[in-house]
């Protein structure tokens, strides 16, 4: 049995904006870009998710995973598919687990806009960290096998793996606080005081400029497969947002679910680390500085800090999103709401290490 790799959730019933004309041409694409490939074909989309829309491309032969770019008027260097298969293409024949790749179309006179396709991978998508189905040796063999993977990443050199120019140069740090505060202030936000603090917080004293590593930049359990029988990593997904950059960005943004605000999906505050199996955040921060050799130069909620702010400001990108009529589901309609808990959380834990004394 295959389950899908997207992490937008179970197939829906409908294609979703791809009307049946677009799935002609995108069956004629199929044929001359895939050297198997025999039709029809036929699309499920995905449902959930609030970024690039998902779909199930199933055919004779195989079924794939289709992503492409949200229709409509986009923020700079947002939804970029052709980075996701850039890297895809890039890490997979070098063992790390990821989806093969078929194939990307940057014409938008196919489906409407950029789209790659790649392989539909076989096994668990889990969505709640908590893993409330797994025993306690479960959840630690599943949590060790999450930093495992993540420190593999971080060992790759980009030259080596052709990946040396996906990013900019300069202070990783720098570079996404300014990126990040200008599309936050982008999309027309209501007034928040926690992240105008923290846009000026940050930029005053970032961590220092480390060797690039690539960065997954959404790393979270239902981004990923796990095998069918095994407490293994099978395929990492949704690398829309990697690029260059600090490791411990990676790592931190990873551990900030256990720093997470009660009511986020994600949030630890309700976990028993005693019994449930699962480790605390300082034992997943010591197994993965322990595989990497790396250290923090900032206290640990300096980079909590960071993570939470930038999550506030990508979801207050999809609540602009949702303003314009371009929302992928309804989640993204309540994207707003997050955001201030979000800030005054980040704000706090700017406040634990030194903002403002």
Excluded at 301 to 306: H, M, P
Aim: charged share 25%.
């Amino acid at each position: 049995m295959q389950a899908s790799v997207a992490s937008a959730g179970p197939p829906a019933t409908s294609a979703g904006q791809i009307d049946a004309e677009a799935v002609d041409r995108l069956g004629i694409w199929m044929a001359a870009t895939i050297a198997d490939h025999a039709g029809p074909i036929r699309l499920e989309r995905f449902a959930g998710g609030q970024s690039n829309p998902t779909f199930r491309v199933a055919t004779p032969v195989r079924d794939y995973v289709l992503r492409c770019k949200p229709p409509g008027v986009l923020l700079r260097s947002a939804h970029a598919v052709e980075r996701e298969y850039e890297v895809m293409a890039a890490l997979g024949p070098r063992g790390f687990p990821v989806p093969q790749v078929y194939g990307l179309c940057e014409d938008d006179a196919v489906i409407g806009s950029a789209f790659f396709l790649m392989e539909l991978v076989e096994g668990r998508v889990l969505w709640d960290p908590k893993l409330p189905d797994q025993t306690a040796e479960q959840r630690t063999a599943i949590y060790n096998a999450q930093i495992d993977t993540l420190a593999a990443l971080h060992r790759f050199e980009p030259e080596a793996v052709g990946l040396g120019d996906f990013g900019r140069a300069g202070n990783y740090f720098e570079r996404q606080i300014a990126r990040w505060a200008k599309q936050y202030r982008a999309s027309d936000p209501p007034h928040q005081a926690e992240m105008e603090r923290l846009i000026d917080w940050l930029a005053e004293a970032p961590p220092p400029e480390v060797a690039p590593r690539i960065v997954h930049g959404d790393y979270r359990i239902d981004n990923m497969v796990l095998t069918p029988d095994r407490p293994a990593v099978a395929a990492v997904l949704d690398w829309e947002l990697c690029t260059l950059g600090d490791p411990i960005a990676d790592l931190t943004y990873f551990l900030m679910m256990w720093r997470m605000p009660p009511g986020e999906r994600i949030a630890m505050d309700t976990v028993d680390f005693a019994t449930s199996g699962i480790p605390t955040m300082e034992q997943a921060l010591d197994r993965y500085l322990s595989a990497t050799g790396r250290q923090l130069d900032r206290p640990i909620e300096w980079y909590i800090a960071f993570n939470l702010f930038r999550l506030a400001a990508i979801l207050q990108g999809v609540a602009g999103r949702a303003a314009r009529g371009q929302a992928n589901n309804e989640r993204a309609l309540r994207a707003q709401d997050r955001v201030e808990p979000l800030a005054q959380t980040a704000w706090d834990n700017a406040l634990r290490a030194g903002a403002g004394s």
